[in-house]
T-cell receptor, first 112, second 112 residues
Framework: EAQVTQNPRYLITVTGKKLTVTCSQN?????MSWYRQDPGLGLRQIYY???????DKGDVPEGYKVSRKEKRNFPLILESPSPNQTSLYFC???????????FGPGTRLTVL | QKEVEQNSGPLSVPEGAIASLNCTYS??????FFWYRQYSGKSPELIMS????GDKEDGRFTAQLNKASQYVSLLIRDSQPSDSATYLC????????????FGTGTRLTIIP
């Protein structure tokens, strides 16, 4: 089944404890993105990647890191999480620039 | 001024009627426009994309783009209860990069 998977789906952590949210797609898509969704603020893009080793900032990159060492994976790294990073995170991928973007199921992160 | 603005709703429409959702954007150079549907607790899914002025129809959905007035709209004909969801407008400001800015969404309720 073609899909975007994220792990973990739910995570509660404490301030300052490094964490990684994994994202993987099995559709051989070139493009991948990370978003966060917050009430009243909507969906905001954190980082995107147009190919292996090619990443760029979205609208809210502060406090996040990403890497794209292989096509299928695009992990999101929070080196020192803070409570304002409590949010619902979505990973997404698409084949080409004008193709349909598919979203993963989301990761709900709580930072205490 | 927000880059992408939508009326948050809720918008209530009787079953069988036309639902009209609107979105305005601030960057006159924006190139690509998208409508996503998000059911409560689920991931966004792409409904329509539109790149040039005018109307684009797909089944019961019609997207309308007016670059001069900087708005994009989504019409849903013969509205069904299953259309009840939050609709997100998204704008890509430049070809060649994948920065995508979302509005905060309009919550649509179809009344049986």
């Amino acid at each position: 089944e073609a899909q975007v998977t994220q792990n973990p789906r739910y995570l509660i952590t404490v301030t300052g404890k490094k964490l990684t949210v994994t994202c993987s797609q099995n559709m051989n898509h070139e493009y991948m993105s990370w978003y966060r969704q917050d009430p009243g603020l909507g969906l905001r893009q954190i980082y995107y990647s147009m190919n292996v080793e090619v990443t760029d900032k979205g609208d809210v990159p502060e406090g996040y890191k990403v890497s794209r060492k292989e096509k299928r994976n695009f992990p999101l790294i929070l080196e020192s999480p803070s409570p304002n990073q409590t949010s619902l995170y979505f990973c997404a991928s698409k084949r080409g620039s004008t193709d349909t973007q598919y979203f993963g199921p989301g990761t709900r992160l709580t930072v205490l | 001024q927000k880059e992408v603005e939508q009326n948050s709703g809720p918008l209530s429409v009787p079953e069988g009627a036309i639902a009209s959702l609107n979105c305005t954007y601030s960057d006159r150079g924006s190139q690509s426009f998208f409508w996503y549907r998000q059911y409560s607790g689920k991931s966004p899914e792409l409904i329509m994309s539109i790149y040039s002025n005018g109307d684009k129809e797909d089944g019961r959905f019609t997207a309308q783009l007016n670059k001069a007035s900087q708005y994009v709209s989504l019409l849903i004909r013969d509205s069904q209860p299953s259309d009840s969801a939050t609709y997100l407008c998204a704008v890509n400001r430049n070809f060649g990069n994948e920065k995508l800015t979302f509005g905060t969404g309009t919550r649509l309720t179809i009344i049986p």
